[in-house]
């Protein structure tokens, strides 16, 4: 069996939609149940509209080719419904208008609120409205002004002028839609009830016991009561709770409320006027069909014992009570009896508007009224609009917390044009959705930031092409449109070829768009009074520097320049107004500090600038004065910080730095002279020195003495080595003798049981020599002989 396209089934004229219309009673109620049953078979009791089909709705197909042609049997009409799509209505929607007006969805450019117009062929629904400008001040105790509730953001005023230069009215506003009751979404929902008159309004039931979690009551119970008054008010039924099987209409509404007017409480028309085409006992006027029928007036009557009781007339003239809650003209339903009983405000999740096939979606689990939830949104509502072989679903606040996403993406299909669930937050559109879906389009309103990563990969993947709110709003868009043709092609207003760079007040704080896709920028470019930079991406770059032109420059992570004095990484840079780095030497607050002007690190550790040493901490303070560094010890210079190389007097004293300028210690041997640096210290030592056990004598200037020396009037004998001597030594031929101190003797001196004398330069005498007036004879060793 072939199943015809969404195309072919909508391309009747509306002639022909009006005149299925007309004829659309000619099946029994048992003829509906079979085609609900095969289209069941066909596809699946989880098919998108899989509720009971009726025949209003199932002559849209293309086998009616005229509008002149005859009226098809019952078994012709089933077998043109074999190749309808699945996205039927039913008996009981209102009726479809037939103008040629366009088939559009506007999405309203509001950041973080969200209102939604379906548009199509002069009808219309609100898919949420957004926040108002009241709020609970506290008075009442059942709204108390609790932390979070959302001030000064009403764009109540702004959808009504919207909606009205559309045309909408309390004649052609077929139903105003709640998806959750959040103040973002139907906190302007009284506001719009009261102005546009809408003929149902759907909400998920709501109690602030509802909700586990007390920070996220908000101004809930508020907004809900408010638009529940509203629809009161104007005696508008309000669908809290759906079932597939339901009525479009609950039962509770069905009774009249004008006793003047008991039929039809707006009609102005006299109820039994026979040349009223409305009138419901006028058996000739198909759109009544499942009223009763004056039984004098009918073909079939044949004498008063054939005549039905009147409770029983809508099921003869329906053929059958197979179908629960068969329709009436005006929309309204006529209660049978024999079908179940629902709860209070129970209508169908599925009608449609215009060429748009809806269905409410994600409202089975109701476990929230019993078990409790967290948040409004974890039971949120969605909407699914088909049109021309083309399908949008605009997701509300739904979110994945407990597998909504998961289930909708088994439920969904391909999807054309997705209004973004949550203003893009991440625990929404997650990407099992997003790719199960495959969307072409897509409408945001939030920053386009708020999308995980994950999830903004899988859009680049399928190509969708993005548009936020923001931009759209900013570049004087009233509305973010896509328009379906009943070609099948979507058009979307904000396409116009021209990048967009758009600034926000979040991350990434700017974005550039061409078409909804991203669009790749290089360079500083502009967004609302503030410059970013683009390294070939659409997003700027944050937390990043940047160097343009061999200037540098820090960007924070809302990607504005950085000025003044920041500490970047535990450094300290310096950048001037325009945001360009100040490079080369900087003085900060007496601080000395240097940064590459290539490359625009701050310098650290050991840097040779101008051929010259330097050395920075690790925050790049230039150093000054001794530092140790690697075990070595180094001096910079107090005025500069030029590392010193060579000899160095600080205070009193001398050290050697060598030419790596590291501290010289120990002996030194320079010009030819040999230096004694201590160890300990590396100050050069004068005077008297001990290395090792020996003594060393340095004059005033370092230098290390070798030979006689006189010290305090003493002389004293330091060999080739500096090494002062003791005991006998031989000095050019003759011999002296330095005791323990390694001071020179003169005189008398006994040394091993012999006497020498030593005369007063210090020689030892030998032979014939003359002491203290008396001739002394010593040997040719120095021993006295007498």
Not at 211 to 224: M, T
Not at 407 to 434: C, F, M, W
Not at 535 to 559: F, H, I, M, Q
Request: aromatic share 12%.
């Amino acid at each position: 069996m072939q199943i015809r396209n969404s195309q072919e089934v909508y391309q009747l004229s509306n002639d022909n939609r009006h005149m299925a219309s007309q004829q659309s009673h000619i099946l029994n109620a048992s003829d509906t149940h079979r085609i609900e049953r095969r289209d069941r078979m066909l596809f699946g009791h989880h098919a998108p509209f899989s509720g009971a089909l009726t025949a209003h709705r199932a002559l849209r197909p293309s086998c009616l080719v005229s509008r002149f042609a005859p009226l098809a049997s019952a078994f012709a009409l089933a077998a043109c419904l074999a190749f309808a799509p699945h996205a039927p209505a039913f008996a009981d929607d209102p009726p479809t208008s037939t103008d040629d007006g366009p088939t559009r969805i506007h999405v309203l450019p509001f950041e973080y609120t969200d209102c939604i117009v379906l548009e199509s062929q002069g009808r219309f629904g609100i898919v949420d409205s957004g926040e108002d400008s009241d709020r609970p001040d506290g008075s009442d105790p059942r709204y108390p002004d609790r932390p979070g509730i959302v001030h000064g953001n009403g764009r109540e005023a702004e959808v009504i002028a919207y909606l009205e230069g559309l045309g909408v009215n309390e004649t052609n506003l077929e139903f105003y839609l709640g998806t959750h009751p959040h103040s973002d979404h139907i906190g302007s929902a009284d506001e719009i009830i009261r102005a546009f008159k809408p003929t149902r309004v759907y909400v998920p039931e709501y109690s602030d016991g509802y909700i586990l979690n007390p920070d996220r009551l908000w101004d809930n119970q508020y907004v809900y009561d408010q638009m529940l008054a509203a629809a009161d008010e104007l005696g508008i039924p309000v669908i809290l709770n759906l079932d597939a099987t339901a009525p479009l209409v609950p039962h509770e509404y069905d009774e009249p409320t004008d006793p003047d007017n008991p039929e039809n409480p707006e009609d102005p028309t006299d109820p039994s006027d026979p040349t009223d085409p409305d009138n419901p006992s006028d058996p000739a006027n198909p759109e009544n069909q499942d009223d009763p029928a004056d039984p004098s007036d009918s073909e079939d009557a044949t004498s008063p014992d054939d005549q039905t009781d009147p409770s029983d007339s809508e099921g003869e003239a329906g053929g059958g009570d197979e179908t629960p809650g068969t329709g009436t003209g005006d929309g309204s339903d006529v209660p049978d009896p024999d079908e179940p009983a629902f709860p209070p405000h129970t209508g169908r999740p599925t009608f449609s508007l215009g060429a748009f096939d809806i269905e409410i979606v994600n409202f089975e689990d109701v476990s929230y009224k019993t078990l409790g939830t967290n948040d409004c949104n974890d039971f949120c509502w969605g909407v699914s609009a088909r049109a021309f072989d083309s399908h949008a679903f605009l997701a509300g606040d739904i979110t994945d917390n407990d597998g909504d996403e998961q289930r909708l993406a088994q439920k969904l299909g391909r999807v054309d044009v997705i209004k973004l669930a949550h203003h893009g937050y991440a625990e929404s559109n997650t990407p099992t959705l997003i790719a199960a879906i495959e969307p072409r389009y897509a409408f945001l309103t939030g920053p386009e930031a708020r999308l995980s990563t994950e999830t903004d990969q899988i859009l680049r993947i399928f190509d969708t092409q993005v548009y936020g709110a923001y931009p759209a709003a900013k570049h004087g868009y009233p509305a973010m449109i896509a328009e379906f043709a009943p070609e099948g092609a979507i058009t979307v207003n904000v396409e116009d070829g021209m990048p967009y760079l758009d600034a926000y007040d979040k991350a990434p704080y700017a974005f550039s768009t061409l078409n909804g896709r991203p669009y790749p920028l290089f360079g500083w470019h502009e967004a609302d009074g503030k410059t970013y930079w683009f390294e070939n991406a659409a997003k700027p770059s944050r937390n990043a520097w940047v160097c343009d032109s061999g200037t540098w420059y820090r960007l924070d992570k809302a990607g504005d320049k950085l000025t003044g004095w920041q500490t970047i990484s535990g450094t300290r840079y310096l950048f001037d107004e325009s945001g360009a780095m100040v490079t080369g030497w900087v003085n900060d607050d007496g601080l000395r500090r240097y940064y590459d002007p290539v490359t625009a690190y701050a310098a650290l550790g050991w840097q040779l600038i101008d051929n010259k040493w330097y050395f920075f901490d690790n925050a790049g303070v230039m150093q000054t004065g001794w530092i140790l560094d690697g075990g070595a010890w180094y001096w910079l210079a107090p005025s500069n910080g030029v590392m010193a190389t060579g000899w160095l007097k600080d205070g009193n004293t001398w050290y050697h730095l060598g030419p790596s300028g590291a501290m010289d210690t120990g002996w030194l041997k320079k010009g030819g002279v040999w230096y004694w640096l201590k160890p300990s210290s590396g100050a050069m030592a004068t005077g008297w020195f001990r290395v090792s056990g020996t003594w060393y004598y340095a004059n005033s200037s370092g230098a290390m003495q070798t030979g006689w020396l006189k010290d305090g009037g003493k002389w004293y004998w330091l060999d080739g080595s500096g090494a002062m001597r003791t005991g006998w030594v031989s000095v050019g031929g003759k011999w002296y003798w330095l005791d323990s101190s390694g001071a020179m003797k003169t005189g008398w001196l006994k040394d091993g049981g012999a006497w020498y004398w030593l005369d007063g330069s210090g020689a030892m005498a030998t032979g014939r020599r003359v002491v203290n007036g008396s001739v002394e004879y010593f040997s040719p060793s120095g021993v006295w002989l007498g």
